[in-house]
């Protein structure tokens, strides 16, 4: 199959943008496990959310199945992919190597989303010049002369709030195109695009939906208990 094309660009929601990498991850699994044909409505079990709903976002890029016989999965995929800008090659420098700095430095998520991290970089003397996950940890004096020769695409920021601001001009300047915010601190969108990551916010949202779904139980056994006593 030739690889669905869009000759014109049109505005797609927020919305539908944050739901791309969970088509993504679910397409992957499909993939994993051999299966080469899915549904809207196959899509629709798995990932939780409608037929009519998947079959919407799908259609702000082209639609990409066929009626009678749904998607390809390995089709799919590949343009998801491609939307996601996973075949782009892009590549990640870590700026700051603390305990969250590496754990991201370690973790597989790069290599499973097409990005590859080149370089680490950290202020700190006891850490640079040491080897982590095969890379030699770089002074932060050396970051502009470094993005000059290499040209990093994306930044991962794990540095303390305080620098976080300093240290995001500096890479912009630099040339950086994104930033991956980690530092819970809110960097506006300038030259780069920026994706803000508050790890509290979801762990907030969780607790909220624990309380409400508690909350809700406690009432549906006030009811039973009305009904048996009336």
Not at 6 to 18: F, H, Y
Not at 62 to 88: C, H, M, R, T, W
Not at 94 to 99: A, S
Not at 109 to 134: I, M, P, S
Request: glycine fraction near 10%.
């Amino acid at each position: 199959m030739a690889r669905n094309t869009r000759k014109e660009e049109k505005t797609i929601s927020d919305a539908v943008v944050n739901r791309l990498p969970r088509y993504f991850r679910f397409l992957s699994e499909l993939r994993r496990t051999h299966v080469d044909r899915t549904s809207s409505t196959e899509l629709s079990a798995l990932m939780g959310a409608t037929a009519s709903q998947i079959r919407q976002d799908l259609n702000c890029f082209g639609g990409f199945g066929q009626q009678g016989y749904g998607y390809s999965v390995p089709y799919l995929y590949e343009n998801i992919a491609s939307i996601l800008g996973v075949d782009k090659g892009y590549r990640a420098i870590i700026v700051g190597t603390g305990n969250l700095g590496k754990a991201l430095a370690s973790s597989p998520v790069f290599e499973k989303r097409g990005v590859r991290v080149t370089a680490l970089f950290d202020v700190d003397e006891n850490v640079v010049g040491k080897v982590f996950c095969g890379f030699k940890i770089k002074h932060m004096d050396e970051l502009e002369d470094y993005c000059k020769r290499e040209q990093p695409d994306i930044a991962v920021l794990t540095v303390p709030r305080g620098a976080a601001k300093d240290t995001a001009d500096r890479l912009v300047c630099a040339g950086v195109k994104g930033i991956w915010n980690f530092t819970n601190i809110e960097l506006a969108p300038g030259k780069a695009m920026v994706q803000n990551v508050h790890l509290g916010d979801t762990l907030m949202t969780l607790c909220y939906n624990i309380a409400r779904n508690e909350s809700q139980k406690q009432e549906n056994a006030e009811e039973i208990g009305e009904e048996i006593q009336g």
